[in-house]
């Protein structure tokens, strides 16, 4: 009688809005707003025409959208000599990315799986000095890289590149992946083992069913940061294969002719659009994939 009294006629009170939650939201606003404008102002550039955009009204809406700057960075865009756009390092980054990031992921998932149930003696070592590489900067071995790749013969190959970013992906992936098998309950492996599955079927069958929001995590991760790497692409790839973040700076950077500013942005949303799209898809799935790691370690 009491609730039903507190509730009153017409049923309980509404929550009032407090100040803080106030706060909140409008620094959260205020944050997306921050963020958001070099992305509003990169499109709405690009789909100007250099007379408009020489009036300098750098946030006004386009008089006549036109993709043609579009059409221009994707296929004519000269980086140097040639003037190909940006397809032919859109296709190399593709090329580069896919592959790198199957193959860290799965030797990542392999040794995270390893270091959590199939312990052996030095295996916290062994984890220390892959958790180790996960932090060390990567210019610091890039000398000693070369000299192996070209001792081998694969610098400047699109093989090299892809051994390149795997090296540096697994610690990393290794970690993300044994962190969240120790989160699983000891159980599943104990049963596996007393119903006779060996290595790989407990592996194959039973932990990557399990595993698939931390693999989404670790595609994301990859992904972003393999296709956004420059560094490595313009030293390690070769002529043949430089990435899509190599030939943007190559079109951005052209000394001769007219600098056409919404070719450019035109051609660095172009470069930008697969990961800000893995993002808006995948964005819940990795924060659930990362929760989903955090509960034991």
């Known amino acids: 009688m009491e609730q039903i009294q507190l509730m009153g006629p017409q049923g309980p009170k509404p929550k ?7 706060g909140v939201y409008v620094f959260l606003v205020s944050a997306a707003i921050f963020f958001c404008i070099p992305l509003y102002v ?10 408009e955009i020489r009036l300098g009204e750098l946030f006004a809406l386009p008089g006549d959208p036109s993709f043609a700057a579009w059409v221009k960075a994707w296929s004519e865009a000269c980086s140097g000599v040639e003037c190909n756009g940006i397809q032919t390092g859109f296709w190399n980054s593709v090329k580069i990315t896919i592959p790198s990031v199957a193959i860290s992921i799965i030797l990542g998932s392999i040794n995270g799986y390893a270091l959590s149930f199939w312990r052996f003696k030095g295996s916290n070592l062994l984890f ?33 590149i892809i051994l390149i970013h795997t090296i540096f992906g697994m610690p990393i992936m290794t970690l993300l992946f044994r962190n969240y098998f120790a989160s699983l309950p000891d159980e599943l492996f104990k049963a596996a083992r007393v119903d006779g599955a060996n290595f790989w079927q407990i592996f194959f069958q039973i932990m990557m069913p399990l595993s698939i929001p931390v693999t989404v995590v670790a595609v994301i991760l990859q992904t972003t940061g393999i ?18 973040t190599v030939q943007l700076n190559n079109i951005v950077a052209t000394t001769f002719g007219v600098r056409e500013y919404n070719v450019n942005m035109a051609a660095t949303i172009l470069t930008a659009i697969v990961p800000l799209a893995i993002y808006l898809l995948s964005g819940k799935y990795f924060v659930r994939g990362i929760a989903a790691g955090a509960v034991k370690g």
Do not use: C, H
């Open 42 to 51: 990169m499109l709405v550039t690009s789909l100007k025409g250099m007379p």
């Open 128 to 160: 220390g000095l892959l958790l180790f590489g996960a932090f060390v900067p990567f210019q610091v071995v890039i000398f000693p890289l070369i000299i192996f790749l070209r001792e081998v013969g694969l610098y400047g190959s699109l093989t090299g």
């Open 227 to 244: 296709w956004n790497d420059y560094l490595l692409g313009l030293i390690f790839a070769g002529r043949d294969n430089l990435p899509m």
């Open 16 to 22: 009032q809005t407090s100040i803080s939650r106030v």
